[in-house]
């Protein structure tokens, strides 16, 4: 018969034992941890041209041509760590151009604030993000993942779509959110438009979206 135990949550950041290295190990044992399917490992700690290293790169295993550029991050997720995924993936997708690739940023807590940032960008950039709790139960630890954004395609917002709204303009924006904020968001729409140079913010009362000019 089975019993109840209540697991008990580890915050691994400001664990003495089980570091981002110990996560990183876990992963590459047994990648369908992350959710993503069946992976098949290319490299870690991948050397990149701008002097960084990427986590974790996977290939699918049944569709060779996908591939999944994977950072991971110890406690609440940062603009440092989205930053650095999109700039790895943007790398190994003009460098490997004839593979599909996905950016995947795993974090112990993707907050709200930056969860609302990154998914503007998920329509124009393939970008998962996956939230790990580490689970103690008596003398065993576990490892949870859930995918809270899943690479979904959904494209700019056209005029046509966009929901009548009172007139809206970045300094509203600016007056609403932090310089920080308004900062990531910036850097994030000069990868997009990498894309397409006529995508712009679309500033309303409501939502940040994304429109093309004509």
């Known amino acids: 018969m089975l019993t109840y135990v209540k697991p008990e949550r580890l915050i691994l950041k400001a664990h003495p034992e089980f570091n981002e290295k110990w996560v990183q190990a876990r992963i590459t044992e047994d990648p369908k941890l992350l959710g993503l399917g069946d992976l098949v490992l290319i490299q870690q700690e991948r050397i990149q041209p701008s002097g960084g290293r ?3 790169l996977f290939q699918d295993a049944e569709d060779r041509k996908r591939r999944f550029e994977v950072e991971l991050q110890l406690g609440s997720i940062d603009e440092s760590h989205i930053i650095r995924t999109l700039e790895y993936w943007d ?3 003009k460098r490997y151009p004839q593979y599909d690739h996905s950016a995947v940023i795993v974090a112990e807590d993707i907050t709200s604030r930056f969860l609302n940032i990154v998914s503007l960008f998920n329509g ?3 970008l998962v993000a996956i939230q790990m709790q580490a689970m103690q139960i008596g003398g065993n630890v576990s490892l949870v993942f859930t995918t809270v954004m899943d690479a979904v395609t959904r494209g700019f917002v056209d005029e046509d779509e966009i929901v009548e709204a009172a007139p809206a303009n970045r300094a509203l924006w600016e007056s609403r959110a932090s310089a920080e904020t308004m900062g990531i968001a910036d ?7 990498e894309f397409d140079s006529d995508l712009e913010f679309n500033y309303t009362r409501y939502y940040l979206g994304l429109i093309k000019n004509d």
């Not at 850097?187 to 438009?193: A, D, E, N, P």
């Open 54 to 56: 990427l986590d974790l």
């Open 91 to 93: 790398i190994e997708r």
């Open 124 to 126: 124009a950039i393939p």
């Open 187 to 193: 850097q994030m729409l000069s990868i997009v438009k």
